[in-house]
């Protein structure tokens, strides 16, 4: 069953802009994460939010998390060309198998040059 | 190694024979995870190992799917007389331990003709 519901489905924006995608999930969790995959192959992680953390980081990229709203969203501020790729967002769910990756749908974004 | 590499690439197969997928962990990582995507699907967990052991096998659609890893390390996923339903990527996944980020290799795209 799929945890995560990301929202766009699809996304297209000119090179330079920000790239805003957002995630909801239906249970309570230890963590979050957001992973890219290029040409439907291996995903590559990009973050990780614990549950106890609101927003996190890293190069181009911020993650939101909002638990009380199950909600969280992936930034990516200026985009490239390079960005276009399909986005997902994963969660492992607490109190019971705390390993397992549950992954949404995922969001397909093209950014034009 | 330096990532999960994951043989064959494709494998294209016909209908009722078997096939058998491997996966090479980062060397060191306990957990490594199996997982299938249908075209334009998020993605399926299948099978989860901790060391040797499958704590959980929950996802593994009939018993015609199986799964091993030896040694701690390399994974084999074997699906008997193959069905077209069974046409799908599946990609292998490994993590220095539970609740950490995923490494993924690039997966094997699985036709059934």
């Known amino acids: 069953s799929q945890q995560g519901e990301e929202d766009p489905q699809a996304l297209s924006i000119q090179e330079g802009e920000n790239a805003t995608m957002n995630c909801s999930y239906k249970t309570s969790i230890n963590n979050l994460q957001w992973y890219r995959q290029n040409s439907g192959r291996g995903l590559v992680h990009l973050i990780l939010i614990r549950s106890n953390e609101r927003e996190k980081h890293s190069g181009r990229l911020r993650v939101t998390l909002d638990t009380s709203k199950k909600s969280s969203s992936l930034l990516i501020t200026a985009s490239r060309a390079a960005d276009t790729a399909s986005y997902f967002c994963a969660t492992i769910e607490s109190g019971g198998s705390n390993y397992k990756l549950t992954f949404g749908k995922g969001t397909l974004l093209t950014v034009n040059p | 190694g330096a990532g999960v590499s994951q043989s064959p690439s494709n494998k294209v197969t016909e209908k009722g024979k078997d096939v058998e997928l491997r996966c090479d962990p980062i060397s060191g990582h306990t957990a490594l995870y199996w997982y299938r995507q249908s075209l334009g699907q998020g993605l399926e967990f299948l099978i989860y190992?901790?060391?040797?052991?499958?704590?959980?096998k929950s996802g593994l659609p009939s018993d015609r799917f199986s799964a091993e890893r030896t040694g701690g390390s390399v994974s084999t996923l074997t699906i008997q007389r193959t069905q077209q339903e069974d046409s799908a990527v599946y990609l292998c996944?490994?993590?220095?331990?539970?609740?950490?980020?995923?490494?993924f290799g690039s997966g094997t795209r699985l036709t059934v003709v």
């Open positions: 996944a490994s993590s220095l331990a539970e609740d950490y980020g995923y490494t």
């Open positions: 190992f901790q060391g040797n052991s499958a704590p959980d």
